[in-house]
């Protein structure tokens, strides 16, 4: 079965600083990594994601994830964080394969709160 | 364009009564979905719709019904609420089912009382 796990319930960083949120998985097979973000009573918005190829993905607003084989692991980065980061980021695999019963769903990691202070 | 669509924004219910969230997108995908987030769990599938004509159980459909309207709308039906189904409920769609990233509506928050 698939897993997606997010070690920190928050991250704090200051304005400017690089940031980095983690994220590890586990798939039987090859994994589709997903990163959205949710701001407050809003819904999730995709940033990035990893199919197949290059192991460094850009996405929207600056946000970027290496993908880590040997390490399971999805970590999002962001060079020089903003204020207006500050949200809950979630994390989520999906098994490449179908398995025996069709469709692999995405699972989704518990999230992580982002707090940029200024 | 809206995206995706969801009425109500708030609900609530007491314990036996019935309702239906609605959800639309005006995007022309297939895929359709319905999550439910609870605190420090994430969003747990519900149901989804692979395409118009389909429907599949998620990992915690106990409890719900959906139905694919058309290709636009996907509604989630509660026979009868429990203290349990407080939640915020979340649609989704995406292009197809696999690579392709979903679209998420702003979100129905409802308490059963």
């Known amino acids: 079965a698939q897993s997606v796990a997010q070690p920190e319930d928050q991250v704090n960083v200051a304005e400017g600083n690089p940031l980095t949120v983690k994220c590890t998985y586990s798939?039987?097979?090859?994994?589709?990594l997903f990163w959205y973000v949710q701001y407050p009573n809003r819904g999730l918005q995709f940033l990035l994601k990893?199919?197949?190829?290059?192991?460094l993905v850009k996405g929207s607003y600056g946000f970027e994830a290496e993908f880590n084989k040997s390490q399971t692991s999805f970590h999002l980065k962001k060079p020089s964080a903003l204020v207006s980061d500050s949200a809950l980021y979630f994390c989520?695999?999906?098994?490449?394969?179908?398995?025996?019963?069709?469709?692999?769903?995405?699972?989704f990691g518990t999230g992580t709160r982002l707090l940029v202070s200024p | 364009n809206a995206g995706v669509t969801q009425t109500p924004k708030f609900q609530v219910l007491k314990t036996g009564q019935s309702m239906t969230l609605q959800c639309a997108q005006d995007?022309?995908?297939?895929?359709m979905y319905w999550y439910r987030q609870d605190p420090g769990m994430g969003l747990r599938l519900i149901y989804y719709?692979?395409?118009?004509?389909?429907?599949d159980k998620g990992e915690v459909p106990n409890g719900y019904n959906v139905s694919r309207l058309n290709k636009r709308e996907f509604s989630l039906r509660l026979e009868s609420a429990a203290p349990s189904q407080t939640s915020v409920y979340f649609c989704?769609?995406?292009?197809?089912?696999?690579?392709?990233?979903?679209?998420f509506g702003p979100g129905t928050r409802l308490t059963v009382t």
């Open positions: 990893y199919i197949t190829g290059d192991n």
């Open positions: 798939v039987s097979g090859n994994p589709y």
């Open positions: 995007m022309n995908h297939n895929s």
């Open positions: 719709s692979a395409s118009e004509g389909t429907t």
């Open positions: 989704a769609s995406s292009e197809a089912l696999g690579t392709d990233e979903q679209y």
């Open positions: 989520a695999v999906r098994d490449s394969g179908w398995g025996g019963t069709g469709f692999q769903k995405l699972v």
